[in-house]
């Protein structure tokens, strides 16, 4: 038995150089190998820049303008106007292709509409109920409970009806659409609330059709898209103009013009997805106040009780 053991660590080291040789054999192979990996693809970078081809664009290709709303900073409040007229645009414009499908008709209360105004408001709208008591859904106007209807039964019909891209829905937009800020400008967001990266981008979208693509961008542009150097998935978009110039009637005498359009509609969509940003904003003030007033009564307690222990 001892003799067989000894044969067989005998040929395990007598093996082993073999094996040493072999691996070192490999990885020179395969550091050749990765070396003429690397060479080749430096030698195609060369052509690609020889041939004129560059990296993709980064996108949007246009930084969204920083806008003066009436919402921002610590002491924002809703302009009830403004709301107002962004409400006619959706209801005249928009809303033949985007629903809200999270905003109430009640809600409106808080545009400045009394509960009559609401429920005639809710009635211009069809909303589909159901089912009766034969078990058939059937069609009836709107009331103050119900929400804002999608124009489209399903996103496949949606999509189908838009060149193959359903519209998105309203309700949250104007807080899921932002364009990066980047280093160092997130920095000083934190201390002067800067959260309108939704208002400014919609703006900027809805005002930045009829402009001439650069060439380098011109072939990335598909069929049946508008250049848009503000979208921020891409070069164009599926969605056509939507608004031009007195479209849209203001009983009030604001502009009609596609700038302010944009601007009100942008509002109201920041209103839609966050309804109560005005109070939270007035809470978050009472509740600072309160924090540094309640730090200095503790300081002069501290100081008071601790007075006469000696340190």
């Known amino acids: 038995m001892k003799t067989l053991l000894s044969a067989f660590l005998a040929a395990g080291l007598m093996a082993m150089p073999l094996g040493i040789?072999?691996?070192?054999?490999?990885q020179g192979s395969g550091a050749s190998v990765e070396a003429n990996s690397?060479?080749?693809?430096?030698?195609?970078g060369e052509i690609a820049a020889e041939e004129g081809h560059s990296e993709s664009p980064h996108y949007p290709l246009k930084k969204p303008e920083e806008l003066s709303w009436s919402f921002a900073g610590p002491f924002g409040h809703w302009d009830i106007a403004q709301l107002q007229r962004g409400l006619k645009?959706?209801?005249?414009?928009c809303s033949a292709c985007h629903g809200m499908r999270l905003v109430a008709f009640r809600n409106l209360e808080d545009l400045g509409y009394n509960e009559a105004q609401v429920k005639a408001f809710a009635a211009e709208y069809t909303i589909q109920d159901g089912p009766n008591a034969d078990g058939e859904m059937f069609d009836r106007p709107g009331i103050a409970s119900d929400?804002?209807?999608?124009?489209?039964?399903?996103?496949?019909?949606?999509?189908?009806?838009?060149?193959?891209?359903?519209?998105?829905d309203f309700s949250l937009l104007a807080k899921a659409r932002a364009v990066e800020r980047g280093f160092p400008t997130f920095l000083f967001d934190l201390f002067s609330q800067y959260q309108e990266a939704g208002p400014d981008y919609i703006?900027?979208?809805?005002?930045?059709y009829d402009q001439e693509p650069p060439a380098e961008i011109a072939d990335l542009?598909?069929?049946?898209?508008?250049?848009?150097?503000?979208?921020?998935s891409g070069p164009a978009l599926?969605?056509?103009?939507?608004?031009?110039?007195?479209?849209?009637?203001?009983?009030?005498?604001?502009?009609?013009t596609v700038d302010q359009y944009s601007r009100d509609v942008s509002a109201f969509m920041m209103w839609a997805a966050e309804p109560h940003l005005a109070e939270r904003k007035a809470t978050g003030f009472v509740v600072m106040i309160f924090l540094v007033v309640f730090a200095g009564l503790l300081f002069v307690v501290k100081r008071r009780v601790w007075a006469g222990t000696p340190h």
């Open 89 to 93: 645009v959706y209801k005249e414009v």
């Open 21 to 26: 040789a072999s691996a070192q054999e490999n």
């Open 221 to 232: 542009i598909q069929d049946g898209t508008y250049y848009n150097p503000y979208f921020i």
């Open 38 to 44: 690397d060479a080749a693809t430096e030698d195609a």
């Open 203 to 208: 703006h900027a979208l809805l005002t930045g």
């Open 147 to 168: 929400y804002f209807p999608s124009p489209f039964p399903n996103p496949e019909a949606a999509a189908a009806a838009n060149n193959g891209a359903a519209p998105p």
């Open 238 to 256: 599926a969605m056509p103009t939507p608004i031009a110039d007195d479209q849209v009637e203001y009983p009030d005498g604001a502009p009609q």
